[in-house]
C-alpha cells in the first residue's frame, strides 16, 4: 500500500484548506497526520480509529482541525479552518497496521510504518 497525500497551498491566515491522503489499497487501523515545519521536530496533528469512533488532537488544532476517512475509497482527509501562520509546514499522512486504538501509541511517530510523500501547506499573515 502507497500514501499520496494532496491540497496543500499557499493561503492567507483564516483561509480553509482541505488535505487528502489516497491510499493504494484498504488501510486497517490507525491513519494519522503529522506536520513539520522548517528547523522544527515532527509532529503529530491529528489521529483517527478505524471506523472514526476515536480521534486525537493536537491542542493547537483543536477546535480548528477534523480529522476524517471514507474507508470505502481509501481516503484520509483533514479539514483545516481558521489557518495561522504558525500552521505552516509540510504535512504528512501516515498509517499504523496495527489493530486496535490505542491513544498513546496514535501520538508517536514510531507507530506508524507507512508515511506519504507530504503537502506543503503556506499560510501567509
Known amino acids: 500500500v502507497q500514501l499520496q497525500a494532496s491540497g496543500g497551498g499557499l493561503v492567507q491566515a483564516g483561509a480553509s484548506l482541505r488535505l487528502s491522503c489516497a491510499a493504494s489499497?484498504?488501510?486497517?487501523?490507525?491513519m494519522a497526520w503529522f506536520r513539520q515545519a522548517p528547523g522544527k521536530e515532527r509532529e503529530s496533528v491529528a489521529a483517527?480509529?478505524?471506523?472514526?469512533?476515536?480521534?486525537y488532537y493536537a491542542d493547537s488544532v483543536k477546535g480548528r482541525f477534523t480529522i476524517s476517512r471514507d474507508n470505502a475509497q481509501n481516503t484520509l482527509y483533514l479539514q483545516m479552518n481558521s489557518l495561522k501562520a504558525e500552521d505552516t509546514a509540510v504535512y504528512l499522512c501516515a498509517h499504523d497496521g496495527t489493530t486496535g486504538w490505542n491513544l498513546v501509541r496514535a501520538k508517536k511517530q514510531e507507530s506508524y510504518n507507512l508515511w506519504g510523500q507530504g503537502t506543503q501547506v503556506t499560510v501567509s499573515s
Open positions: 483517527i480509529s478505524w471506523i472514526a469512533n476515536s480521534r
Open positions: 489499497g484498504p488501510t486497517f487501523g490507525t
